[in-house]
């Protein structure tokens, strides 16, 4: 069986004068997660679009497992799972009628067709609404239904595009739980997300986006090591005020220390080299100091200081 | 050349991955579940509300007035109320059903839903097609009911005549070409509101308005408008077919005008001709219309 793939050649969108897509080439192959980044208007919707063939290039082609979307839709999309730009269900639908008429399109078997649309609603845990109809629901149930309908035929590659979008925290956490089930089952699972830390959590590689142009394309591991080799910040919290004096001479004097910033009376920010070794000693040294220290973490990601300084420079 | 993944290729897991259906099993089964959508939505109640009271007003019309004339025999009663009543019950389903059949898959977001799915273009169009022309069979159907309702109870079980039969085809092929064309106009907009209301406009006054000015105006037969084939629904139980063209004359012989009516075969060709066309040419726009 071959690897499931996703491909954009010399992908190219305008719509008017304003180009969204800008040459894009991408080839996504395997199974892993791949998160695709950008700030708003960078393309990702577009070119995710431009994928399911919801839209056309103006230049170049997508390819899904090999075969051109635009050529056949409907053999590119056989395999695929997809969720984009939080679609609406026919209102007088029930969820298991709107997941029943999918699998009847997929063709899934009676049997298939059982076991699979309990098991999908299950998952986005909307079993209980499963015979109510779906006009009635709120975004994020609608939500829930769609990526139960993405997933009904157990699909090879899933495309979504902000899955997150309208869901709850506890909504938001099962998504990542649904997502890191189909990685285990070897799936290829392409992202887009505003959302830094759910694509931490979850994708092994990520894609950034900005301008209709791809500013990178690595592992989250080559992201973060490119990150640690600038050098780490950390977050400290006090339990009462530190005075400026405690700043410059004790704090200011620790080992590895190399800048201090005053986020507020009780909040600093210490910048100190790379690594997680560089961080424990540092924490050990602040405990030391009896200065009442309540909180202590990373300032920021290792995607997230990737993220903003590829999108300022790309800016 | 495309940025590769920088890790490994690994190959999927096998998942549950069935041969798709035919796109034309993919139609017809999309199509029953848009005509479900379409029993349980509240235009199909409208739908049947004024076939109801389309067939309220003629029972109680004939039943309070009783006219000879009409009941003179169930050839000019069902020629008079049938194909009278059948193509306004036609347009008002061409409108409900299938003014924004296409625009409100964008506009309710419910296209995103569908074409996600691995299914051609043709086939949600066909699909979306099929389920509007049996929603509107459905309420066709019912006015005629009422109407051999009322057919019974002045001449019997007996006297339905097989007119009627050939009519009610007829009025079948009109909604087929009217359906048509109503998804053409649904297909050029992403707007319910503005679909309809172009499709609505257009049915219930516009077509009748083009149709007088071309032949008063312009004197011209007017078998490019489809409304202009709609009398043919009612031949079956003439025992003479109008004239084709009919020149009007004053008493002094001076030409006032000219008026036409469609043959049996240029009618039935004007349905079908609209039928083709709109089918086509909605289609072309569907396929082309992108989701942005």
């Not at chain 1, 015979?131 to 590659?157: C, T, W, Y």
């Not at chain 2, 009398?231 to 004359?249: D, K």
């Not at chain 2, 709109?278 to 569907?286: D, H, R």
Request: aromatic fraction near 10%.
């Amino acid at each position: 069986m071959n690897a499931p793939s996703l491909e954009a050649r010399d992908l190219t969108k305008s719509f008017g004068k304003f180009t969204a897509v800008d040459g894009l080439n991408l080839r996504i192959e395997g199974t892993k997660c791949v998160g695709f980044l950008g700030p708003n208007g960078a393309g990702k919707t577009t070119t995710l679009k431009l994928l399911t063939d919801l839209i056309f290039p103006t230049r170049g082609e997508c390819l899904v497992n090999g075969i051109p979307v635009r050529d056949d839709r409907k053999a590119a999309l056989a395999r695929c799972g997809v969720l984009i730009e939080s679609p609406e269900v026919y209102p007088s639908l029930t969820p298991y009628q709107a997941l029943e008429m999918v699998a009847d399109l997929r063709n899934l078997s009676g049997p298939e067709r059982r076991r699979r649309i309990p098991e999908a609603l299950e998952e986005v845990k909307m079993s209980e609404w499963s015979d109510k109809k779906v006009g009635k629901f709120s975004k994020g149930m609608k939500q829930r239904i769609n990526i139960a309908a993405a997933l009904v035929h157990d699909p090879e590659i899933l495309i979504l595009d902000e899955p997150a979008t309208g869901l709850d925290p506890r909504g938001m956490a099962e998504v990542r739980d649904i997502v890191r089930t189909l990685k285990q089952r070897d799936r290829l699972i392409l992202m887009s997300s505003h959302i830094l830390p759910e694509v931490t959590d979850v994708c092994d590689e990520v894609a950034l986006i900005n301008k209709g142009r791809l500013l990178f394309y690595e592992s989250l591991d080559a992201v973060t090591s490119r990150f640690n080799a600038a050098g780490a910040s950390v977050d400290a919290t006090f339990a009462r005020p530190v005075s400026d004096a405690d700043v410059d001479r004790r704090i200011g004097g620790l080992t590895g220390v190399s800048r201090v910033e005053r986020l507020d009376a009780r909040r600093l920010r210490l910048h100190l080299p790379p690594g997680l070794e560089q961080e424990a000693s540092l924490l050990k040294s602040l405990v030391g100091l009896d200065l009442g220290l309540v909180g202590f973490q990373e300032s920021k990601s290792a995607l997230e200081e990737v993220y903003l300084s590829q999108i300022e420079r790309g800016d | 050349m495309a940025t590769a993944s920088p890790t490994p290729a690994a190959p999927a897991a096998d998942g549950i991955a069935p041969r798709l259906p035919s796109s034309v099993i993919q139609s017809l089964r999309l199509a029953r579940y848009q005509f479900r959508d379409y029993l349980y939505s509240r235009r199909f109640v409208l739908m049947l509300s004024i076939v109801a009271a389309l067939g309220a007003i003629f029972t109680a019309l004939v039943g309070y007035f009783r006219p000879a004339g009409l009941l003179a025999a169930p050839d000019v009663f069902y020629g008079s109320l049938w194909a009278g009543g059948v193509p306004i019950v036609i347009v008002f389903a061409g409108v409900i059903f299938g003014g924004d059949a296409i625009a409100g898959e964008f506009q309710n977001r419910t296209g995103y839903f569908l074409m996600g799915l691995p299914v051609r273009r043709a086939a949600v169009y066909a699909g979306k097609y099929l389920a509007a022309l049996a929603a509107s069979l459905i309420a066709v159907l019912v006015f005629a009911l009422i109407l051999v309702g009322n057919g019974v109870f002045y001449f019997g079980a007996d006297a339905l005549p097989l007119a009627f039969v050939a009519s009610l085809l007829i009025a079948c092929v009109y909604l087929l070409a009217l359906l048509g064309a109503t998804f053409l106009f649904s297909s050029m907009f992403k707007t319910s509101t503005y679909a309809v209301l172009v499709v609505a406009v257009l049915f219930i006054f516009g077509f009748g308005i083009l149709q007088s000015v071309v032949t008063d105006l312009a004197k011209i037969e007017p078998w490019f408008i489809i409304s202009y084939a709609s009398p043919v629904i009612g031949y079956p139980f003439a025992s003479t077919l109008p004239a084709h063209v009919v020149t009007h004359t004053s008493a002094t012989g001076a030409v006032l005008g000219t008026s036409y009516n469609p043959t049996y075969l240029e009618g039935i060709g004007i349905m079908f001709g609209y039928f083709l066309l709109t089918a086509i040419g909605g289609l072309v726009l569907f396929e082309r219309e992108e989701f942005a």
